[in-house]
């Protein structure tokens, strides 16, 4: 079975700081998501990383991938208070029937000004 | 987004009645999933469809089952809905044509059984 463990779950960080979030999971994938959650709100992707040592960047976010580890790396850079949200990991393993998703538990960041 | 729209938006129902809850996507997309999301467990996947009347088992199946007769809509439904089944259910949807693509979510619903 799958798991897939985000840490940490709660971040409360200063506006401008720098910070990780770390996805580790359990069995060998080569594709990993990234999606943001506002609160109340739908899931939006962020990220797709699909081979060992991607990296991925979109503003301020920057995204890793490390398969022989089985870890990937979101990390935020000068943080502002707009990124303020829950960030989720999530691994897929294909079956001949489709893509199956698992997710981690979430982070939830807060950014302070 | 993908055109997902999933209704309803919000149901407050009693333990043992049948809900069934609706996802409908304009984009032709093969590929449909139905999640729950509850606190401390991210998001877990129930039930997904690889094609019209082609449906699969996820990681939380028991008590819910789904079915598929268009390519557009994918039902889900609690046979006999139960205090745990309080949950925000997500629909996602892809196309599964290309490595590189992600899965795109719908609005979700917030089922509450009393």
């Known amino acids: 079975e799958l798991k897939v463990e985000q840490n940490p779950l709660f971040l409360s960080m200063q506006e401008g700081k720098n910070y990780t979030i770390y996805c580790n999971y359990s069995?060998?994938?080569?594709?990993l998501y990234w999606y943001r959650q506002d609160p109340g709100k739908s899931l939006e992707s962020l990220f797709v990383l699909l081979s060992n040592g991607a990296v991925k960047q979109e503003g301020r976010l920057m995204a890793s991938l490390d398969t022989k580890a089985r870890l990937s790396t979101l990390h935020i850079t000068a943080a502002v208070h707009d990124l303020s949200a829950t960030y989720f990991c999530?691994?897929?393993?294909?079956?001949?029937?489709?893509?199956?998703?698992?997710f981690g538990e979430g982070t939830q960041l807060t950014v302070n000004p | 987004d993908a055109g997902i729209t999933q209704s309803p938006r919000h149901k407050v129902t009693e333990t043992g009645t049948p809900v069934t809850l609706r996802c409908h996507q304009t984009?032709?997309?093969?590929?449909m999933y139905w999640y729950r999301q509850d606190p401390g467990h991210g998001l877990r996947l129930i039930h997904y469809s690889y094609g019209v009347k082609d449906t699969d088992k996820g990681e939380v199946s028991d008590g819910y089952s789904v079915s598929r007769s268009k390519t557009e809509d994918f039902l889900l439904t609690l046979e006999s809905a139960t205090s745990s089944q309080t949950s925000v259910y997500f629909c996602?949807?892809?196309?599964?044509?290309?490595?590189?693509?992600?899965?795109?979510f719908g609005p979700g619903t917030r089922l509450l059984v009393l």
């Open positions: 999530a691994v897929d393993s294909w079956e001949t029937s489709g893509s199956r998703l698992t």
């Open positions: 984009e032709n997309h093969r590929y």
């Open positions: 996602a949807t892809s196309t599964g044509i290309t490595l590189q693509e992600t899965q795109y």
């Open positions: 069995t060998t994938s080569d594709r």
